[in-house]
């Protein structure tokens, strides 16, 4: 079989730890804290856009007489829409700064609203296209509220979600408001839509009543959709509060009875029984499952720290990492209220877009912020040309969705990106590549994702990539995470699918060279959750097998081998390789024929360490280089001088978008590093 790069499936950004070998040698980063290490991120959120108010994207005050708003909480409706709900929203009548503050007369008090987007490019701002009105060009109030203070003053959405083309929005009923960050509840709820969020109903059954000490746990929440579940996190009223977790199955939303309670290791029908899945203090939060870091992400504003911050989890209950801010006060004054943009979450890109309030001026903001790492793609084989020689190839993921290569000469990349397909892997898609016809040259595959779930090839001549074709009409639905491999041996690039989760089943679907056969469990449990998945040949017998990196408390490597129709029992191959935040990958890097793994330390150490296969294990890791993809980059491994053995290279993908590249002696480095190539792959682009 022709040896190339093999794929590394899932990378996760965070902190980075450092490395500990099992022949005791280590990286110059500190060992890992018993704590959770925080997804890290390159640096502090900026401001995209306005998404409200005077100067906004949408000039929301003159199209629907919205001035000043806040929250802007987004949920995807499941018709190719975002949803974001607003706050307590004042008309052409508001003065500011703050809320309720302008002419009574003319204040257009509205306590929240409703606008929906199929914005999918966000870099320049998200656009609002509708909202919920009540007459021409005037946003109307979706949820009644009484105003009357010490009874109920107003009613504001904290989250929303969409489950079988139902909307559903939980919101909070503020009997008063109290000091800075404190208020007081009569109750939360949730109401729901069936016109697309322009008339909704308030449940009177699925309601969190507070008490008399004013601390039920459910007063404010985020929703997230896992597994056939509906997770509420929900925290008190006010925003010094923990966080606690509840979960009922998708069909039963509006069924309290249906739902249950999380108390740290079992889940039960008393909701005070529930333990904290995150410490006070809590704001506004949200909750997104990240495709680009591999994990749930959990952002709210820690008011007393001034900031809005994130953590990450391997599971929806946790446990949670350590808080790292995203957006400082002392940057943004007066800031709250932080929501994930679910399309954002969901894509392979490195920036993780949010909305965020800032009190003056009492308007909504679009923010993003760029995580650390590789993200989703750890490099798949990528000789387009057949010459032996690994090239570089970019997705754009944008609304142009056009892919661009450079080949490889054998000492640097062709000076000029040239497009080889004007219309592949929009945004929310992931792209790879493989040899799926079996001609020699490496060819183009999208997996669409979501229900739909198509796989689509768009074959290289050498020179650019054809019409894309579907290839299968149902292969990695949701979030499982796809790859590449050989995993017959024929010499044709098939495609595997890890489902994760407590399933942990993995599906291949074979290539006969035209199209992709029906997918087949090959493994019913490997690499659950944020594991590390990856594929590579480890004993050379020209048949892909399962690697997975726990990246937990032991960090230990598993191997499944490939018994031509399934994959074997898993079984350790190495005792600690690739703690969690740094990125590991899959090659031959010696030209063996046994693909050996690789870990990208990043952090402040910046090293790259290897452990070779034998056929069976993994040896001890040993650094090969000691300066290459700082956090922030994109490395992978491949043969980019065609000498048979894998080097690395990586992709800055800041403003000068470098390529650089150092190759294997073979023996013990990575050595001569280059740029190879001087603007290629841009920041939010999926390279490869």
Not at 334 to 353: C, E, M, R, T, V
Request: hydrophobic share 35%.
């Amino acid at each position: 079989m022709r040896r190339r790069p093999l794929s590394v499936v899932l990378s996760l950004a965070s902190l980075v730890i450092g490395s500990l070998f099992a022949d005791g040698v280590t990286s110059s980063a500190a060992e890992a804290a018993p704590s959770v290490s925080a997804a890290g991120v390159v640096s502090r959120a900026e401001r995209v856009a306005k998404l409200t108010g005077p100067g906004s994207t949408s000039a929301t005050d003159a199209r629907w007489q919205l001035k000043a708003t806040d929250l802007g909480i987004m949920w995807d409706n499941g018709k190719g829409e975002i949803l974001t709900a607003f706050g307590d929203s004042y008309g052409n009548g508001w003065t500011g700064p703050g809320a309720a503050v302008g002419d009574p007369a003319t204040l257009d008090w509205r306590c929240n609203l409703v606008a929906r987007s199929g914005d999918h490019n966000l870099a320049d701002g998200m656009n609002i296209d509708s909202m919920a009105t009540d007459r021409p060009g005037h946003a109307k109030q979706v949820l009644p509220c009484k105003r009357v203070d010490g009874d109920e003053l107003t009613t504001i959405p904290t989250a929303g979600i969409s489950v079988g083309g139902r909307q559903y929005m939980h919101y909070m009923s503020v009997r008063r408001w109290g000091g800075p960050g404190e208020w007081f509840t009569n109750y939360s709820g949730i109401a729901f839509s069936d016109d697309n969020g322009e008339n909704w109903v308030k449940d009177a059954d699925a309601r969190w009543q507070n008490n008399a000490s004013w601390s039920n746990k459910f007063q404010m929440a985020a929703m997230l959709k896992q597994g056939g579940y509906v997770y509420l996190y929900g925290t008190p009223n006010g925003r010094f509060g923990p966080v606690h977790l509840a979960r009922v199955p998708e069909g039963e939303l509006l069924e309290p009875g249906a739902y249950r309670y999380w108390t740290g290791g079992s889940w039960v029908t008393d909701q005070n029984a529930a333990t904290p899945v995150a410490g006070a203090p809590v704001g506004e939060l949200s909750v997104q499952y990240s495709r680009y870091l591999g994990r749930f992400v959990m952002m709210y504003l820690d008011d007393p720290g001034g900031s809005i911050v994130m953590r990450t989890s391997a599971t929806p209950w946790g446990p949670w990492s350590e808080k790292q801010v995203v957006a400082s006060g002392a940057d943004y004054p007066q800031l709250y209220g932080s929501f994930i943009h679910p399309w954002s979450a969901d894509s392979n890109s490195p920036y993780l877009y949010f909305t965020m309030s800032q009190w003056q001026p009492y308007n909504v903001f679009l923010m993003r912020v760029r995580l650390t790492g590789g993200g989703i793609m750890g490099g798949t084989p990528a000789d387009f040309d057949g010459d032996g020689r690994d090239d570089i190839a970019t997705f754009t993921q944008d609304d142009r969705a056009e892919a661009y290569v450079a080949k490889s000469t054998g000492t640097a990349f062709g000076g000029q990106s040239l497009l080889w397909n004007d219309h592949f892997a929009p945004g929310g898609e992931t792209p790879l590549t493989g040899d799926f016809t079996g001609d020699g040259k490496d060819d183009a595959v999208t997996f669409t994702h979501g229900t739909e779930a198509d796989v689509y090839v768009a074959p290289s001549d050498g020179d650019s990539f054809g019409t894309g074709r579907q290839w299968h009409d149902h292969f990695a639905p949701g979030r499982e995470v796809p790859a590449v491999g050989d995993f017959n041996g024929d010499d044709k690039d098939d495609i595997i699918t890890f489902t994760r989760e407590d399933t942990a089943d993995v599906y291949v679907a074979l290539s006969d060279g035209t199209s992709f056969g029906a997918g087949r469990k090959w493994h019913d449990d490997f690499a659950p959750w944020a594991q590390f998945p990856a594929v590579g040949d480890v004993n050379g017998d020209g048949r892909d097998d399962l690697i997975a990196f726990t990246q937990d408390a032991t960090n230990d490597v598993y191997v499944a081998l490939n018994e031509g129709d399934g994959f074997g029992a898993p079984r350790k191959a190495h005792d600690h390789f690739a703690p969690e935040g740094e990125r590991p990958r899959v090659g031959d890097v010696n030209g063996d024929g046994k693909d050996d793994i690789v870990t990208f330390t990043g952090g402040e150490a910046k090293d790259v360490y290897v452990a070779l296969s034998d056929g069976a294990v993994f040896g001890g890791g040993r650094k090969w280089a000691d300066f290459f993809a700082p956090d922030g980059e994109f490395p992978y491994v491949g043969d980019y001088d065609g000498d048979g053995k894998d080097d690395v290279v990586t992709f800055t993908q800041n403003d000068l978008a470098d390529v650089y590249v150092n190759v294997s002696n073979g023996t013990d480095g990575f050595v001569n590093g280059s740029k190879w190539h001087d603007f290629f792959g841009l920041a939010g682009e999926t390279s490869l």
